[in-house]
């Protein structure tokens, strides 16, 4: 991620965050929670270090420690800088303290002793003075200010002219403080533009801010219930300038509030701050209590026996619980053969498995690879690899995962994978069909088996294409396929997925896969019952189908600033999706496997020509093999050429001039199966056939894939090409045009020869291009470190 982040995003400084006290976070070993980890904590960092390559500088901040009695600044300190660690950042509290008081800057000054990287102090800096004072008593080499900048941002130049030596400048007034703030919400919205129709989003997400800049004035009253209530940023504007000054509604020339300076602005600040429990995931202190940590555990209470959190150990329970769970299981890292996770170890976590009956295995992802577990009980790679991210589509070795994190079967030969801000589809071989006798050897790879070249071989087929591109601010939680619940063509069925506060159904048959909300509303976080969008959520995470129409929800409850215990509550969701044709999982392992439509007209095509096919068609030299009547109903074009009155609709044979063979391969096997696997290398073929084939689903499909792989040495040529095809590419192209202006200049550095080309054929399209990348405001200021 680290090397990602510096190369691909360009960076200029990677902060590791140990120090997030969310009970949500520490308890899946998060956060503050991972210093207590050393081993796990040190590989981290080095890992971080490593990803930067001397680059830019990794530093890492942190707080004092979990609870008083589990202190682990100065070990984890310590091990960042041997690590690498470019300075520390300590946050002067415990993470079961939150924000509140008191503040223990002590623990700064004895990291600054133990370490010789800068430390920067961290907590209760509000004032000017407050940073000249903890520098003083700590000798820390810098300061950092958390929430005294909430709604107050002008406090930085206030803490720069105190450590210069200079008096204070003068506060701003309410008229002041109001531009700042519209100011801050235009850059809010210009930050999300694209990604927040008309602005409501940002206007939703700024309401928390509203209050923090007027906090303590008293004329600002009406001025923040017209905020509150604005719904355009011309209606803030209107707010903030029209009625400055002249009329009643708000004084601007009014003084900064004495109380303003030393409001905490933020829950749990108060002056008795209760501490809040904390989770831990179960075994998570055994290092610690090994010795890892034991010199730093100040009163020798151990986190169980002060029963602040953990659960109870799994140690002498029946894990089992009546289940015979086989033989441990071995890991093979695939693709090369050798055993073992290289450098993750076994702490990478094993995300969303799930069951696929076609295949008969359970498939799931590690580290940014996808994996497969046989009924032998060995782990192979089937796409993507360990160590390597990214997001590619291709055949398994050559796809990449960025964050893989819930999986669905669709039964049928297909998986689906949300994957950080896009639903991928792993299309697996036929060959893989449980009882076709034909699937991978599962067998691990050994010297005697073929090492490598073997291993290879097990994951060819498997091919992943990217299904749709999600707002990245909504990360999925949870996923699951309900068959027979397409909007369109038969029965492939729809994907349901939550993401934070909302679920959405993803007509997989549908004329387009354009995601539909079901329930619960974008940026509203509360747990209420209702119908649609008036039913509420909080954090969802999780979605399991019931194969009858039903899903359940698991919808987490935490507020960390109320220090409330939270509650994972399962919600039974009846999402109106009851499926026309409903597998029902069988537990026989003797009973065959369901039949699908798509899976049995998949082996039709697989098996041409077997004499039932009535008519050729010749593309690129090539002949295909189809069913007519097929083509017709799926095709309003063949509909035409072969149904209809036209002296060829009779004709055996059809040629398709100026198309590809390998693209209508593609193209084919989706008119039999509603399936498209398509690599990224045909997505534009594929594209301009499915255009002109009248076949818009693949043609979303295949545009989606074309948007998923530009580059900034691509995207000149895309530009062009987009342009040249018409109306029906103007949507792409938009989206195009967009990710050209997110990444102008590393295109003109990596494509200059394309740029001047595209200049050149489209003057106009250049044109606009650099008009807009003018008045695109920079997203990414530049910081010194
Ligand atoms: C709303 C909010 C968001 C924060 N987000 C982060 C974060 O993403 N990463 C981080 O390292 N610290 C984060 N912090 C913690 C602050 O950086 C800081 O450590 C903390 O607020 C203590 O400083 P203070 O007493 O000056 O507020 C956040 C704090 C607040 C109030």
């Avoid at 007027?214 to 029209?242: K, N, P, T």
Wanted: aromatic share 8%.
């Amino acid at each position: 991620a680290v090397r990602q982040l510096v190369l691909e995003y360009g960076v200029h400084h990677v902060d590791l965050n140990f120090g997030c006290p969310v009970r949500k976070i520490t308890a899946r070993g998060g956060g503050s929670a991972l210093p207590l980890r050393p081993g796990l904590f040190a590989r981290l960092v080095a890992a971080a270090v490593a990803g930067a390559d001397g680059q830019v500088p990794v530093t890492v901040k942190m707080r004092v420690g979990l609870t008083p009695e589990l202190s682990t600044a100065l070990q984890a300190g310590r091990a960042a800088e041997a690590e690498g660690a470019a300075a520390i950042t300590l946050h002067a509290r415990t993470a079961d303290q939150l924000y509140s008081p008191p503040v223990d800057w002590p623990a700064v000054r004895q990291l600054v002793e133990a370490v010789r990287i800068p430390v920067i102090g961290n907590g209760d800096v509000y004032e000017g003075a407050d940073a000249v004072r903890l520098m003083a008593e700590t000798g820390c080499a810098g300061v950092m200010v958390g929430r005294a900048a909430l709604g107050r941002p002008w406090v930085f130049r206030e803490v720069a002219a105190a450590l210069q030596g200079r008096p204070p400048p003068p506060p701003p007034s309410l008229g002041e403080v109001a531009r700042v703030a519209l100011g801050h919400v235009e850059a809010e919205a210009a930050w999300y533009r694209g990604y927040d129709e008309g602005q409501r989003d940002s206007l939703r997400r700024f309401r928390k801010f509203v209050p923090l800049y007027l906090f303590g004035f008293h004329s600002a009253a009406r001025l923040q219930a017209r905020l509150l209530a604005a719904e355009s940023l011309e209606q803030w504007r209107a707010a903030v300038y029209d009625d400055a000054g002249g009329s009643a509604m708000y004084d601007a020339g009014e003084q900064f509030p004495a109380a303003g300076f030393r409001h905490p602005r933020l829950k749990g600040g108060g002056a008795d701050g209760p501490r809040q429990r904390m989770g831990l995931p179960d075994g998570w202190m055994e290092e610690w209590r090994g010795g890892g940590g034991g010199a730093e555990q100040r009163g020798g209470r151990d986190a169980d026996a002060g029963g602040h959190f953990g659960r109870a150990s799994a140690a002498g329970a029946d894990a089992r619980c009546g289940l015979d769970l086989g033989l441990p299981i071995e890991l093979f890292a695939g693709l090369d053969g050798q055993p073992g996770l290289p450098w993750f170890g076994s702490d990478w976590p094993i995300q969303s498995s799930t069951w696929d009956a076609h295949s008969g295995a359970v498939y799931f992802a590690q580290g940014f690879a996808v994996m497969r577990l046989g009924s032998d009980n060995t782990v192979e790679v089937v796409a993507g690899e360990l160590g390597a991210v990214g997001k590619a589509d291709g055949p398994g070795p050559v796809a990449r995962f960025t964050c893989p994190t819930c999986m669905a079967s669709d039964g049928a030969g297909a998986l689906y994978l949300s994957d950080r801000d896009r639903i991928r589809k792993l299309q697996l071989p036929p060959a893989w069909r449980k009882g076709e006798g034909r699937g991978p050897s599962l067998a691990a790879p050994t010297a005697a088996a073929g090492g490598p070249a073997d291993a290879h071989a097990h994951v060819e087929g498997v091919v992943v294409s990217t299904l749709l591109l999600i707002d990245v601010t909504a990360s999925i939680q949870g996923l699951c396929f309900l068959s027979g619940c397409g909007s369109g063509s038969g029965d492939s069925g729809t994907l349901v997925y939550g993401a934070d506060s909302t679920i959405y159904r993803l007509p997989l048959g549908g004329a387009s896969v354009t995601p539909v909300l079901l329930a619960g509303a974008e940026g509203e976080h509360e747990v209420a019952d209702g119908v649609g969008s008036g039913a509420r959520f909080n954090d969802i995470r999780g979605l399991v189908a019931d194969g009858e129409g039903y899903c359940y929800c698991v919808d987490y409850c935490c507020d960390a600033d109320a220090s409330d215990v939270e509650d994972p509550r399962p919600l039974v969701l009846d999402l109106g999706l009851k499926p026309q044709h409903c597998h029902r999982p069988t537990s026989n392992a003797a009973t065959p496997l369901p039949r699908t439509l798509p899976a049995d007209l998949g082996v039709l095509l697989g098996r041409q020509p077997d004499g039932t096919a009535d008519v050729t068609i010749v593309v690129g030299g090539r002949t295909f093999h189809a069913h007519r009547g097929l083509l017709c109903a799926r095709s309003d074009y063949f509909q035409q050429r072969l149904g209809g009155g036209f002296a060829e609709s009779s004709a055996q044979q059809l040629t398709l001039p100026e198309a590809a063979a390998d693209a209508f391969g593609v193209v084919l096997r989706f008119v039999y199966t509603d399936a498209a696997d398509i690599p990224a290398a045909l997505a534009q073929a594929v594209a301009e056939l499915a255009d002109r084939l009248l076949l818009p689903e693949l043609f979303q499909q295949a545009t989606a894939v074309v948007e998923a792989s530009v580059s900034p040495g691509t995207v000149a040529g895309l530009l062009l090409w987009a342009e040249a095809r018409g109306p029906a590419f103007s949507e792409l192209l938009s989206r195009l045009k967009a990710w050209y202006l997110e990444n102008h200049e590393k295109a003109m550095q990596a494509a200059e020869e394309q740029m001047k080309l595209l200049a050149a054929q489209s003057p106009s399209l250049f044109f606009e291009l650099m008009r807009n990348t003018r008045s695109q405001p920079s997203k990414r200021p530049r910081t010194r470190w």
